[in-house]
């Protein structure tokens, strides 16, 4: 009896040791819980949105006659640089294509000269029949020569593709004209081309201006011409500081845009700029670098969000708002943008808490 007793104590021993053990390991397996992320939130807010569209420019000659190569082709010869002053009909630059306009114009010249020749001679044999009294039939052989004459000459003109009716000499010259560029007025060189580019009759190959007007000239980033200048027009107003003199504020306006936004050329990319205050020792002069603002949009009093709580996915732009159901995805319509602020349209309304990516 003794012996069952003491058998009894031992497995309920080990038994206790044995639940102790489990419950100490079982609390070393409890995972502890990693931290909940924390996610941003924008609110809802009203305010004023300004656009801003900010350049780098020069101030230079106003440019008053943009000239072009009638063909295209590659620059030879450049004849006059930035800042010559010009004459009008001066040459200020040729192709490489001129000298063979002028060795065919050459060629051709002789062509002409020949068939010319013929028709003189038959017309000075004709008069000399008449006047030394030939027969009828002879004076109408030869002004059947003379007719014969004519209509060779009339077609080696119209087979070079010359006016029967113009000059030659006026005709061979505008075609070699074309491969060059001469002033069209007096004036200061505001930009010229270089030799060795290939131009286009629409590449400006020399602006010229008016030393004692000035202006300033802004070289558009080609990238992004579009997005700019269809915001704007010719005869807005900007705002414009110098580097030379901080503390000078000055306004201007916009003289000229490029094409098709404006009356300058299509492929310039160059913003004109006239300053309301005349250029001296105290505002600017040629050559000063300017920093020019243009106000492209402005607006008062509407709703807005940072881009950062703005989502686009799948061609859809919305925001997450918290709901009773949970988070709820909301479809809204943007409006003016800038780095820090973008309008809300549609779909949100003041005061509303947006949670963030």
Partial sequence: MNRKIITLFIILALFVVGCGTTSTNGNEATPTPFPTPVRHTYTVQKGDITVNAKFGGRVAPLALYTTYFQINGEVKEVYANVNDVVKKGQLLGELAEAQALRAKADGTQRTIRRAQIKLEIAKLTLDQYKTQGHS?????????????????????????????????????????????????????????????????????????????????????????????????????????????????????????????????????????????????????????????????????????????????????????????????RVDVELGLKTNDMMEIVSGLTEGQVVIGP
């Fill in 136 to 328: 009828a039939d002879e004076i109408k052989i030869q002004e059947l020569q003379v007719e014969s004459a004519q209509m060779d000459f009339d077609e080696v003109l119209q087979g070079l593709g010359i006016d029967p009716t113009v000059p030659v000499t006026n005709e061979l010259d505008a075609q070699v004209a074309q491969a060059r560029v001469f002033a069209p007025a007096d004036g200061t060189i505001v930009s010229a081309v270089t030799a060795g580019r290939n131009v286009t009759t629409t590449t400006p190959a020399f602006v010229l201006g008016e030393p004692d007007k000035l202006e300033v000239l802004v070289d558009l980033d080609a990238s992004k011409t579009d997005d700019q200048t269809k915001q704007m027009f010719e005869g807005m107003s900007v705002f414009v500081a110098t580097d030379s003199k901080p503390d000078v504020n000055l306004k201007g306006t916009v003289r000229q845009l490029p094409s098709p936004y404006g009356t300058g050329p299509s492929d310039e990319h160059i913003l004109h700029i006239v300053l309301d205050t005349p250029p001296s020792a105290d505002t600017y002069k040629v050559g000063d670098l300017l920093h020019i603002t243009v106000q492209l949009a402005s607006k008062k009093g509407l709703l807005w969000l940072p881009p950062d709580a703005i989502r686009s996915t799948g061609g859809r732009t919305f925001v997450i708002l918290n709901s009773d159901g949970g988070p709820k």
